[in-house]
């Protein structure tokens, strides 16, 4: 009925977009679930912003993991056990290299071949145009259910200041090695983990070190009590300790170990702990202590060579690094059909389903307060056993969106985190992972 000669009908099979790893995670777990798949990557190679010669790779030199080893590895494949707590980038991308080599993903994935567009066709599937990026012709192909995993940290979202500055400005995206930091005087604008990080670095490079961020935040370090901290905090949200609970013992917990950053100039949080994402930075506290880090406050205005700073006092840079995050971006989707919001925040249901299209779905636009990678599987086990319950059973698979669409979104996104651009996607991932988990109950097949 919606057959035209230009369009090859892929039937049932099911497009994903992109294999970093998000798109591997889906790629397997709809083959495990029957169904064909084709997945389409821009680069030349699998790992997507964890390798780090892909042009448009957030990583630079010196990025080790920020969750640890445990808390980031897939459920069913293992980082090695010699590998240390904090992976380094380049392990992060051997690792998704094996991955997709043990589950044999390589071969449903058209490499250099960009999506450009996806459009609903009346039956609820997906004609998908794809474009070499060496150039060359456009194809389309028919597809019966489009899973979107393009990754959120690549679009660089832009540090919008008055007046022009004569020096150099970079996004964080563009650092990538400390060589660009030699005998500079580097501003880092940013206090999330990127900010710290890059800070940290131009500590041990630059002549002098400046590192503006608008907020106080709760910096905690990768250790706690000679554990990895990520693996600490889990095991109070499995003991299930209330919330009061949790935030005193962090509060003590950062006092006797970080203690009292104020000193060196940092503001005082607004928030209270658990209510931003994580900073995560043993070494930020031990660089501003030695004077090589110049915490100040948000920038202001520039002015020729000079930034004017927000307590009015101004400071001469040559090189400023704004790590101001990225942008979610689907350029090949009517923002319609994710309902995205002027600004470009999509509303999914579990930040995953298209509420209005149910052949459509994202994976990995999260942001947890551990890994992401374990949830980008269970989210794409969901998605595969969805789309797989549509065609086996339609009835059921109407009375589990009825009652989907009456789940809160108290129940799994992060109760209360500050309300900016930064938390769009912020889970608890513990309470987004029992979410999936009972999502996951419904679709199970009638005993
Ligand atoms: C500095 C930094 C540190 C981080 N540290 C951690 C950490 O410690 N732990 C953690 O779990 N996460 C961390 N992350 C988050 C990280 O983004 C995820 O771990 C993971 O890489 C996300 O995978 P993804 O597949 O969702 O997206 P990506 O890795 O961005 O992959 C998306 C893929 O889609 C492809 N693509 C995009 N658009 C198209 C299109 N139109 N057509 C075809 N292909 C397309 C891209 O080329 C890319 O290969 C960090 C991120 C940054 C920036």
Redesign the pocket.
């Known amino acids: 009925m919606y057959d035209t000669p230009d369009i090859a009908d892929r039937h049932d099979a099911v497009c994903v977009?992109?294999?970093?790893?998000?798109?591997?995670?889906a790629i397997k777990n709809l083959r495990e679930q029957g169904f064909a798949v084709d997945c389409?990557?821009?680069?030349t190679s699998?790992?997507?912003?964890?390798?780090w010669r892909?042009d448009?790779?957030?990583?630079?030199a010196s990025?080790?993991?920020?969750?640890s080893r445990p808390?980031?590895e897939f459920p069913d494949f293992p980082m090695p056990d010699t590998w240390p707590d904090?992976p380094h980038?380049s392990q992060?991308l051997s690792y998704l290299e094996r991955y997709s080599a043990h589950f044999g993903l390589g071969e449903h994935i058209w490499f250099g071949?960009?999506?450009?567009s996806a459009v609903l066709v009346g039956d609820g599937r997906w004609d998908v145009t794809?474009r070499s990026t060496g150039g060359g012709a456009s194809r389309v192909q028919r597809y019966a259910a489009i899973v979107v995993?393009?990754?959120?940290?690549?679009a660089p979202a832009p540090l919008r200041v008055e007046g022009d500055f004569r020096g150099e400005v970079i996004h964080?995206?563009a650092f990538k090695d400390p060589a660009q930091l030699r005998n500079r005087k580097v501003l880092v604008v940013g206090g999330g983990?990127?900010g710290c990080?890059i800070a940290v670095e131009a500590a041990q490079q630059a002549t002098t070190v400046w590192h503006s961020t608008r907020r106080g935040y709760w910096y905690a370090p990768k250790y706690l009590f000679g554990r990895p901290a990520d693996q600490v905090n889990a095991g109070l949200l499995r003991w299930r300790l209330p919330l009061r609970l949790r935030q005193f013992l962090y509060r003590r917990t950062l006092a006797l170990t970080t203690g009292d950053l104020t000193r060196y100039g940092l503001p005082v949080p607004d928030h209270r702990p658990y209510e931003a994402h994580p900073v995560v930075n043993s070494q930020l506290p031990y660089y501003l202590g030695h004077g090589l880090i110049k915490a100040v406050p948000d920038v202001a205005r520039f002015d020729g060579a000079s930034v004017e700073l927000a307590d009015g006092s101004r400071i001469e840079p040559d090189l400023i690094i704004t790590a101001t995050g990225?942008l979610p971006?689907f350029?090949?989707l009517d923002p319609g059909l994710l309902d995205s919001d002027p600004d470009g925040r999509p509303d999914l249901h579990l930040h995953a389903f298209a509420r209005k299209h149910p052949t459509l779905a994202v994976?990995?636009?999260l942001?947890?307060d551990?890994?992401?990678?374990p949830l980008?599987h269970w989210q794409s086990v969901a998605v595969a056993r969805w789309l797989r319950l549509r065609v086996s059973d339609p009835a059921r698979a109407a009375a589990v969106q009825q009652k989907e669409s009456a789940r809160t979104l108290r129940s799994w996104s992060r109760r209360q985190v500050v309300p900016t651009r930064r938390h769009w996607f912020e889970v608890d991932y513990l309470a987004y992972l029992r979410t999936v988990e009972s999502l996951l109950r419904e679709m199970e097949p009638a005993r």
Request: net charge negative; no cysteine; proline share 3%.
């Open positions: 977009v992109g294999a970093g790893a998000s798109g591997l995670a389409y990557e821009r680069e699998v790992g997507g912003g964890w390798n892909h448009r790779s957030p990583v630079y990025t080790h993991l920020i969750s808390m980031t904090y980038h992060v071949t960009e999506v450009v794809t995993a393009n990754g959120h940290n690549w964080a995206a983990n990127t990080d990225y971006r350029e090949f994976v990995g636009l942001q947890p551990a890994g992401l990678l980008a």
